[in-house]
Structures are given as structure tokens and as C-alpha cells.
């Protein structure tokens, strides 16, 4: 079956240290984008990119970096420059402007 | 600026009431708007809306795009328990459809 996995589904960070969110897809989607959700808001984003070797910012890229050397995977990673990383991550890819597909999410926590 | 903007932030009603969810947006190159349902963890695709005033329905869920006004409707009717949920908008737009923004969902509680 087709879809994306998220990796791992809860994270804890020590402060200062960087950390990597998995994103997987076998959809053969173009698209894929990586969002922030903090609880009670809505999701803002943070990267996305529409084609291997390109991505772009979103509203909120600060402390965090990714890369797409794949068309199936799009990793994130949140690094100590992020000053308040504990947040629900979720990644999701389209196709062409089609509803977006959603990973299951990986819920950070800096302890 | 491009955004997307639900209203309202909340709202509590009883079963069986009917409710109405907005979204306006103002975006550059609009391709689609849609609708999710999300509850605890992802968000579940509700509707794609890409022409103006044709109603998409499913079950008790329908929703309608005013691409003049830029704006959309959710309506829920006769409301259960189960439809407590953050119900989201996104909108894609750009040249290449490469933007997807969200709004910052209604929270909809249904008390029995």
C-alpha cells in the first residue's frame, strides 16, 4: 500500500543537540512539505520542496534544516538553533495540487 | 501576503445543531482549497474545492467554494459527538502548485 511513514512516532532532545525526523514516500509524489503543529494552533510551515535537490522555505525555517537527495524521502532536522523545538511534526507530499497525504507524525520533546 | 484564515477559533454546540465553518483566503495563483478533519494525530482529507459553487457533499459534511469572494464553507449537520474535531482549510497555489498553507483550524466540540 501506498503512503508516507514517519520516523520515529516520539522523540526527546536534549537542549543542544540537533535531531533528524523521518519522512518516507511511495507515492511517487512530487511534492512533500514538512509542518509544525504546537497545541490549539494549526499548522505552519516549515519547508518544502517540489523536486529532488530543491526546497524552499516556509514561515517558520528558522532552526531547522532539510534535504532531498530522493524523491522519497525528505528529512528534517531540528537543530539547536531551534529555540523551542517541543511540537507535533508532520510531513505530507502531493501530487499536482491533489489532496495531501499525511504521515502519522513524530511528537518532539526537548527534556 | 498569502494566507489562510478559518473562523471562528472555536465553538461549542449540542447534537443535532448545525454548524458552519469558515475559510478566506488570499493567495497568488489559487489551485484548490480543502478540507480536513483532524483528531488526535493526521489529518483525514475532507473535500477538494477547485470551482466556484458546486457543492461537495458526504453524508452529513458538505462544503462550497466562492472563488470571487475567496472564501469557502464547512457545514455540519445534525451534529454528533464524534464530529469534535480541529477542522482544517489548506489551500494550494503558486505556479507550479508548489504552496500549501493552512489555516489555523476550528476546534469544534459537540456535547451530547
Known amino acids: 500500500d501506498g503512503g508516507i511513514t514517519q520516523s520515529p512516532k516520539y522523540l526527546f532532545r536534549k537542549e543542544g543537540q540537533n535531531v533528524t525526523l523521518s519522512c518516507e514516500q511511495n507515492?511517487?509524489?512530487?511534492?512533500m512539505y514538512w509542518y509544525r503543529q504546537d497545541p490549539g494552533q494549526g499548522l505552519r510551515l516549515i519547508y518544502y520542496s517540489q523536486i529532488v535537490n530543491d526546497f524552499q522555505k516556509g514561515d517558520i525555517a528558522e532552526g531547522y534544516s532539510v534535504s532531498r537527495e530522493k524523491k522519497e524521502s525528505f528529512p528534517l532536522t531540528v537543530t539547536s538553533a531551534q529555540k523551542n523545538p517541543t511540537a507535533f511534526y508532520l510531513c505530507?507530499?502531493?501530487?499536482?495540487?491533489?489532496?495531501?497525504?499525511f504521515g502519522q507524525g513524530t511528537r518532539l520533546t526537548v527534556v | 501576503e498569502d494566507k489562510v484564515v478559518q473562523s471562528p477559533l472555536s465553538l461549542v454546540v449540542h447534537e443535532g445543531d448545525t454548524v458552519t465553518l469558515n475559510c478566506s483566503y488570499e493567495?497568488?495563483?489559487?489551485?484548490?482549497l480543502l478540507w480536513y478533519k483532524q483528531e488526535k494525530k493526521a489529518p483525514t482529507f475532507l473535500f477538494m474545492l477547485t470551482s466556484s459553487g458546486i457543492e461537495k457533499k458526504s453524508g452529513r459534511l458538505s462544503s462550497i467554494l466562492d472563488k470571487k469572494e475567496l472564501f469557502s464553507i464547512l457545514n455540519i449537520t445534525a451534529t454528533q459527538t464524534g464530529d469534535s474535531a480541529v477542522y482544517l482549510c489548506?489551500?494550494?497555489?503558486?505556479?507550479?502548485?508548489?504552496?500549501?498553507?493552512f489555516g489555523s483550524g476550528t476546534k469544534l466540540n459537540v456535547k451530547p
Open positions: 507515492l511517487n509524489h512530487d511534492a
Open positions: 493567495v497568488t495563483n489559487f489551485r484548490s
Open positions: 505530507a507530499s502531493t501530487d499536482r495540487g491533489r489532496g495531501a497525504f
Open positions: 489548506a489551500v494550494t497555489f503558486g505556479d507550479n502548485f508548489n504552496k500549501f498553507y
